[in-house]
């Protein structure tokens, strides 16, 4: 057995392996379909090397060697089908068939030209760099923001597109590519080829793998956090993500509050109107909290009825403004389930981080402030003004009362 059958060997059965590592992934959820993609691309790529094994054992391999191009062109198109669900990208499906079908055309004529002609190597290994240079701006035209796994999969795919583009050289520096197809696994061009190939699918599946179980993992963690009833992350996840966005405050040198509130009086929402009347209320105050977070916000329900929401870059006097109208919009909006003329309210707590504190002094400061505007009545906001070391009776600064 030739050098170049061997690593042929290995491809067909490393294409496998990664097809069945795909299907792994989404058989986890049966909605990833980026995987399904990918799985489909390798199973092709399978399907590829074993027409390859086959070719030297027809007289004629003008057909076989067309249907190896064009199988393994439909194996890129399903990869970049696989990059485009995966980058939320709509596929080029179209332009993509079109391309196969004139490129499939055009290696079938092309047979007639001479052997180690560079016009017929071009034919076969240009479409392969197009297609590698397709899903490098799919990736990169993707909303998504990159990380640096994404970013390098694009320098891969850049990578795998120019030595494609450059086989043709390659196999005449090398002596060619073989007398006639029979004889292309006979040659060192074919060893060299079938190597590289193999370098580069290899990559790229453990790359696309590596970051198919990066997201898997993301969406575990993250659903793990959140709450289901708000879409809030839950009490373990808010102090998880607040704690990271006090630390790149203060590695920042900005500011950072948090405001906690509670919704007033909220066992009689449940015993008069009914436990559903109180989780619409829970809903619809998260709902103002989420669309507070959609920058760079971080908000949480961390209890039944009391929720937190930390604000990088935002000083005490910001945070209170912010504070005060959550709760006029809040105490002012009608609620499905309940009468008309009831308003359901929230009372606040709001402190700033100061140099000496940590997250756990800066909850404790807005907790206690929270507790004061429980205090003094409800449906109003409380500001603490200093750490807990240096409080007075004026640690506390009120505001607004509906």
Known sequence: MSGANFILLINLSVAGLLAASFMAVAFHDVGRAPARWLAFGYLLGMAYSAIEFSIPAFSDARL?????????????????????????????????????VATTIAVYFVQDLPRQSLVRMMAYQLPYAVMQFIGLAIVWSSRQRPARLDRILMAVLAASGLQFASKPFIAHALGGWGANPQAYLQSN??????????????????????????????????????????????RGGFTRHAELAVLGAMRQGVPVALVIADLDHFKSVNDSFGHASGDRVIETFAGFLREAAAGHYVAGRIGGEEFAI?????????????????????GALPIDGLPADNRCTASF???????????????????????????????????????????SSAGIEASGRG
């Not at 890129?76 to 391309?99: D, E, H, Q, S």
């Not at 290899?202 to 708000?230: F, G, N, Q, Y």
């Open 349 to 391: 707590g709001v402190a700033e981080l100061h140099p000496s504190e940590d997250f756990a002094d800066l909850m404790r400061r807005a907790d206690q402030a929270l507790y004061q505007a429980k205090n003094a009545g409800r449906d109003c906001v409380r500001v603490s003004v200093g750490p807990a070391g240096n409080w």
């Open 189 to 234: 061009y074919a060893l060299v080829s079938q190597s590289l190939g193999t370098v580069f699918a290899l990559a790229l599946a453990l790359l696309m793998l590596a970051i198919l179980v990066r997201d898997v993992l993301a969406e575990v963690t993250s659903k793990s956090e959140t709450d289901t009833l708000s879409r809030l992350l839950n």
């Open 310 to 330: 930390i604000l990088p870059g935002t000083n005490l006097a910001a945070a209170r403004l912010f504070a005060e109208g959550t709760r006029s919009a809040f």
């Open 64 to 100: 076989p060697v067309v249907a190896a191009f064009a199988v393994f062109l439909c194996a890129t198109i399903a990869f970049n089908g696989g990059l485009a669900r995966k980058y939320g990208v709509a596929p080029p499906w179209k332009p993509m068939l079109l391309f196969l």
